[in-house]
């Protein structure tokens, strides 16, 4: 009886031996982060001094938006509504087609990071000072429609950046690299719930909500370390895989993506064991809204490639 190698061993060899079917469309510009919209039809890359979005279908830019510095959300459900913004440009919800300015909130003290809501109806902002033992570090609330401020958190100290919601809604994390550490706060009060990262296991600003909310998948030193949002403790580490870039769970929650320098990993989400190895990414790894393959900017193009 003729044998066949599990798909995901081939993807493997495959990649390994520089063979991997793909197709190669465009320019990969990305120097920060690129991020897909929810319906999979546009990419917003961060590189120096602007955002540069694409046309997925043929990766064209349609739209240039000149700021230096900026962290980027997609509106959930408008797929062409994209915010941005950074320490010294006010906080921006744009048209990405049009490049019409629909809300721009000036009162942001400074804030380091965005982040749409899961419904699209409020922002996340996260504000402090960096580096600086008694700064403080609140992330702020914003209704998306009109601009005011809902809601402001407890204050922590030191400040907080790279702000993310948790897939209900019900929770937003802030990193505090001074304390290298993940901070999550209850959205119906305000109150901080709790932590992740300790001594031992010390996180960075990398890392991705599951689907499912109860888990994040955290970069810290050369590993990836998966967290439970609930207890807060530690579920897995994975062995040294050298220094990461990316982290981003699929869309499905099946598998997570890990750009590192030998290429992009594909890990099982529930073992955090290697499934696939892809090439390296440039600067993010991408997932389809299916699950069905990730997008990959490199120097010579965006590569698509499809995953089982």
Avoid at 2 to 8: E, I, Q, V
Avoid at 57 to 71: E, K, L, P, R, V
Avoid at 99 to 113: F, K, V, W
Wanted: charged residues 15%.
């Amino acid at each position: 009886m003729t044998k066949f190698l599990p798909r995901s061993i081939v993807v493997m060899l495959l990649a390994l031996m520089g063979i991997l079917p793909y197709q190669v469309i465009g320019q990969s510009d990305a120097q920060s982060r690129a991020k897909i919209n929810k319906a999979g039809t546009y990419i917003a890359e961060v590189n120096v001094g602007e955002i540069r979005v694409l046309e997925t279908n043929t990766f064209t830019t349609i739209q240039t938006f000149n700021i230096s510095g900026a962290t980027i959300s997609w509106h959930p459900l408008q797929e062409e509504i994209l915010a941005f913004i950074s320490d010294n440009f006010p906080l921006t919800i744009a048209n990405v087609v049009t490049g019409e300015t629909i809300l721009e909130i000036q009162d942001h003290n400074d804030g380091s990071s965005v982040s749409f809501s899961p419904d699209g109806t409020m922002l996340a902002t996260s504000h402090g000072d960096v580096g600086i033992p008694t700064g403080r570090g609140i992330i702020q609330i914003w209704d998306s429609q009109n601009g005011n401020l809902l809601r402001v958190t407890t204050e922590i100290n030191p400040g907080l950046s790279n702000v993310s919601w948790s897939p209900d809604g019900s929770l937003v994390a802030g990193y505090q690299p001074d304390r290298r550490r993940l901070v999550i706060f209850d959205m119906a009060n305000g109150q901080q719930t709790g932590a992740v990262g300790n001594s031992e296991f010390f996180v960075t600003e990398l890392y991705s909500w599951n689907p499912g909310g109860n888990t994040i998948a955290v970069r810290d030193a050369g590993s990836l370390t998966l967290w439970n949002t609930q207890t807060y403790e530690r579920i897995l580490t994975t062995p040294y895989i050298g220094p990461i870039s990316d982290v981003e769970y699929s869309p499905n929650g099946q598998l997570i993506g890990v750009l590192t320098r030998q290429g992009t990993l594909l890990l099982d989400s529930g073992t955090a064991e290697v499934v696939a190895q892809l090439p390296r990414a440039r600067s993010s790894v991408i997932w389809l809204p299916d699950s069905s393959g990730v997008i990959i900017g490199r120097a010579d193009g965006y590569q698509q490639i499809a995953i089982e």
